[in-house]
């Protein structure tokens, strides 16, 4: 059975808040919602708001990102347009969180191009290094050895920065933001 998204906000929600030790009422109490919207957010159900979630998020204690970012290890692939859209009640505004910065870890921030051609192969970097990817023009083919995606822009991957991995330019005036998180 694959999960939604929704359900792993749903555990995570339920998980932050056992961890603290809080009933769901008194969760619902704190962040000023109704017990049932915290029971329908921890059952799966219903279509959380920007606002519910921060709501929780602060009564937690815990970045907004630990409730809508499971982590993960291997490599992740957002499609433009693909993400958990996080709507706004009181605005036309709309959060799509990539991937989340997991606690003591650093970034670097970078803008790449490339021309199509030969690969670019890069080394393993240090133990734990994670490497994130959002294309911005053009199309690229990255990823570790082996687990090459194709990207457009808009796209978003996440892969092991600590494998051999590579970059390859597959259209002129291929561009990416690309953020290298070390652990």
Known sequence: MSRTPLDGIALAVRRERTRQELSLGELARRAGLSKSTVSQLEAGAGN????TLWAIAV??????????????RGTTVVR?????????????????????CPPGARRDL???????GEA???HAHIPGTT???VVTA????????????????????????????????LAPG????LIMEYV
């Open 174 to 177: 291929t561009a990416a933001v």
């Open 138 to 169: 053009g199309r690229w083919v990255a990823g570790p050895q082996g687990e090459e995606v194709e990207l457009g822009p808009g796209d978003y991957a996440r892969f092991p920065g600590d494998l051999p991995h590579s970059y390859q330019a």
């Open 48 to 51: 959380p708001s920007v606002e």
């Open 59 to 72: 009564v937690l204690d815990v970045p907004f990102s630990r409730l809508v970012d499971p982590p993960d």
């Open 110 to 116: 970078h803008v790449i191009t490339a021309e199509p």
């Open 120 to 122: 670019r192969a890069a």
């Open 80 to 100: 433009a347009g693909q993400g958990v859209v996080i709507p706004s009640d009181h605005s036309p505004f709309t959060g799509t969180l990539l991937a989340a």
């Open 131 to 133: 490497e994130h990817l």
